[in-house]
């Protein structure tokens, strides 16, 4: 299937509350120009030096998700125009954001990632880590310039969607447990890749990460 086609079948596809971000990297520009001529506005990059450069070339209407793990030194070539930050696995992460977005006088919009799976390589936070974090940290002083608005994981890769699926849960569990603590803003649960959406909007994602259906095998 064709870019355009499977933008359209997925946009027919995911139910209502449910984001799709068309995660394009290592991809050329031509891939993202045939998706966003199909109707797509929101693309996900995991290099903030590729995420620049495209959007040097894409229209202004683009809104930029940074999805891989974001280095600190790296913010500050984001921070201008970057939508939503799925990867904030640390608090010196949330530090250098706050910062940045502090002196390009705008708001970040951030999610936590949470490392659930069992592989010890994924970066994130542990779960009783950021609950502790997010309990001892007085947002409205010390992180001004964050907008919170959900949590980020991505699933052990397996073909056990058992696995995933409880994965998934405990996400959508500890999103609830923080609820409380960031209001109506934290709506946000970004789950679910290629392999595993289904299940992942079925245990309650609001926001599924798909690059491989949509652009075919990185290089
Ligand atoms: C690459 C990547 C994706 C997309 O994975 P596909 O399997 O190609 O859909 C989603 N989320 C993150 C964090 C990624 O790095």
Redo the contacts with the bound molecule.
């Keep these: 299937m064709s870019i355009a086609s499977e933008i359209a079948r997925l946009h027919g596809e995911l139910p209502a509350g449910v984001t799709l971000v068309a995660?394009s990297?290592f991809h050329p520009v031509e891939a993202l120009r045939e998706a966003y001529d199909a109707g797509q506005r929101i693309f996900?990059e995991?290099r903030p030096q590729e995420m620049c450069a495209k959007r040097e070339q894409m229209p202004a209407d683009v809104e930029w998700h940074m999805?891989?793990h974001l280095q600190t030194n790296k913010v500050k070539y984001i921070a201008p125009f970057v939508s939503l930050i799925?990867?904030v696995d640390s608090e010196r992460l949330a530090a250098e954001i706050e910062r940045q977005a502090e002196r390009c006088g705008r708001t970040i919009e951030v999610l936590f990632e949470v490392h659930l799976a069992e592989e010890e390589s994924k970066s994130g936070w542990d779960a009783a880590e950021l609950l502790a974090w997010a309990e001892s940290v007085d947002f409205a002083t010390r992180l001004p310039h964050i907008r919170p608005r959900g949590l980020?994981t991505?699933g052990t890769l397996t073909e056990d969607v058992e696995l995933n699926r409880r994965e998934f849960v405990r996400l959508r569990e500890l999103f609830e447990q923080l609820r409380p603590r960031f209001g109506e803003q934290f709506d946000t649960l970004s789950m679910g890749?290629?392999?595993d959406y289904h299940e992942a909007i079925e245990c309650g994602s609001t926001m599924v990460?798909?690059?491989?259906?949509i652009f075919g095998e990185?290089e």
């Design positions: 995660v990297k996900g995991s999805i891989g799925h990867s980020m991505i890749m290629t392999s990460r798909i690059g491989s259906m990185r």
